[in-house]
């Protein structure tokens, strides 16, 4: 099925036109990704691993992420990329935004959802992600010491860290 997007200029103003994800975005245009950080009931964070068949980072572990389809908002698409990725229903009250990153060809919008996540509900999507597990801080940054982390992961984390800091805190 064909994915399109909404494409923005650098201010991330639409420009009124769409694009067929796989062709090189035009020049000056950018599109919109979510990047999802589920933090469940033990302050642990939920990495995927990517499945080996993806074309970038493959074999290594994320957050939950995707493109924005065109028509959708941010939000609904940090809902449905949850819920495809690993199963996970979070309302809209549930998702937190934190932030945006801009990339060569992208705004990143991050959110983070903090809930209760029972293992056996977990649903990995196929050709997407092989396995999961939940980490605390310090495994995360052993995970990105020992190279086993996707890029674009580490590179949005730090962005934030001091965020995830005091909601993995005990007291939170």
Same mark, same amino acid.
């Given at each position: 099925?064909?994915?399109? %997007? +909404?494409? &923005? ?18 020049? +000056?245009? &950018? ?12 302050? =642990? ?11 970038? &980072? ?10 924005? #389809? ?13 819920? $495809? ?9 549930? #998702? ?6 801009? =990339? ?9 959802? =903090? =809930?209760?996540?029972? +293992? ?7 050709? $997407?992600?092989?396995?999961?597990? %939940? ?19 580490? &590179? ?17």
């Amino acid at each position: 099925m064909a994915e399109y %997007w +909404d494409l &923005y200029d650098e201010h991330r103003i639409a420009l009124g036109r769409t694009h067929l994800r796989g062709r090189p975005l035009p020049q +000056d245009s &950018y599109h919109v990704v979510v990047s999802v950080w589920t933090v469940n009931q033990d302050n =642990k964070l939920l990495l995927t691993l990517r499945s080996e068949e993806k074309e970038l &980072y493959p074999g290594l572990w994320e957050n939950t992420s995707g493109s924005v #389809m065109s028509g959708e908002t941010s939000l609904q698409a940090a809902q449905r990329e949850l819920l $495809e990725e690993t199963g996970i229903h979070a309302t809209q009250d549930e #998702m937190v935004f934190l932030g945006t990153a801009r =990339k060569a060809f992208s705004f990143v919008d991050i959110y983070v959802v =903090k =809930k209760t996540v029972d +293992d056996g509900a977990i649903r990995l999507q196929q050709g $997407e992600t092989t396995a999961y597990r %939940w980490v605390t801080l310090p495994e995360l940054e052993q995970i990105h010491r020992q190279g086993e982390l996707a890029f674009p992961v580490a &590179y949005r984390f730090e962005q934030f860290r001091t965020v995830f800091e005091s909601m993995l805190s005990p007291s939170t």
